[in-house]
């Protein structure tokens, strides 16, 4: 959320590019395969009584992946939102996030594929609250084995140490000092941190090499970003664009660096081609 207090689309976005990369890891399978199996074994919710092993299993796994990308979503979102602060807000409203989606989801796959159930039989209302609660159990169970930072709902969360790379030897700022871009001037770099801006006599290359391991690109031959610095993009007339970080700087994107920022998902690439490319 910027300092307008109105939600940040392109922080959205990085988030949900952060958060859905874990979806097809080997730990988000085994969780699902672990669900899936129990939910057809036990039949849950009367679906034992009233659905046959194949369809049940249909049905299950419908509802368990539309749940999981689901509960992505609404961690994503709250990331955006509130980062790692307020932890017990971040979890109610994730689940509250997670009810009113996934509820009316599994109301119409079940009342469409229960052979016995229609939906006139079964309650929206009831099937939402009873998401909420589990989505609540889900986040808080997350929250206390250590897969959500702060671990605990009464400790304050650390604030997060930005990572240490060569380059900062090179500087006179505190080694806690965030890096937010660098721009090449003719045989200097201008280094740009949270503690303000110095010159260094370095190619940019030479720059860029030495941020590992901080995530960024290169919007403009000259220009090189951090991901974690980017607040948000904005246009002008005639197609321009430019990469605003957090310290305010603004920053031109040329057409040839524009697909970096598309493989970041901060634009479209179809929007890309409307605006010029």
């Known amino acids: 959320m910027d300092k307008s207090g109105t939600l940040n689309w392109s922080n959205l976005r990085l988030h949900f590019v952060d958060t859905f990369s874990l979806l097809f890891t080997s730990v988000t399978f085994y969780v699902w395969t672990s669900a899936l199996v129990f939910a057809v074994v036990a039949g849950p919710f009367g679906s034992y009584d009233t659905m046959s092993w194949p369809v049940r299993t249909a049905y299950w796994a419908a509802v368990i992946t539309a749940a999981f990308v689901i ?26 996030l997670v009810g009113i989606a996934l509820g009316p989801v599994i109301w119409l796959l079940r009342g469409g594929m229960d052979p016995v159930l229609g939906h006139e039989d079964l309650s929206v209302i009831s099937i939402t609250l009873n998401s909420f609660l589990i989505a609540c159990g889900v986040f808080v169970v997350r929250r ?20 240490q790379t060569r380059l900062h030897r090179r500087l006179s700022c505190p080694p806690d000092a965030e890096i937010h871009r660098l721009t090449a001037n003719n045989h200097y770099v201008e280094v740009a941190t949270s503690a303000g801006i110095e010159t260094l006599r370095l190619r940019l290359v030479d ?4 941020m590992e391991p901080v995530a960024g690109t290169c919007t403009h031959r000259s220009h090189w ?6 607040s ?9 664009l430019f990469v605003m970080l957090k310290n305010g700087d603004r920053v031109p994107v040329s057409r040839k660096y524009r697909p970096n920022l598309e493989d970041a998902g901060l634009i479209d690439s179809l929007d890309a081609v409307f605006q010029g490319r």
Request: hydrophobic residues 45%.
């Open 71 to 96: 509960g992505f979503a609404a961690r994503a979102t709250m990331r955006a939102l509130l980062a790692g602060r307020h932890p017990a807000l971040f979890d109610l409203g994730a689940s509250f």
């Open 144 to 163: 206390q084995i250590g897969a959500e930072a702060p671990a605990s709902y009464w400790a304050e969360p650390e604030p997060e140490t930005p990572a």
């Open 207 to 210: 720059a860029i090499e030495e």
């Open 225 to 230: 970003v951090s991901f974690a610095a980017i």
């Open 232 to 240: 948000g993009i904005e246009r002008e007339s005639g197609g321009k």
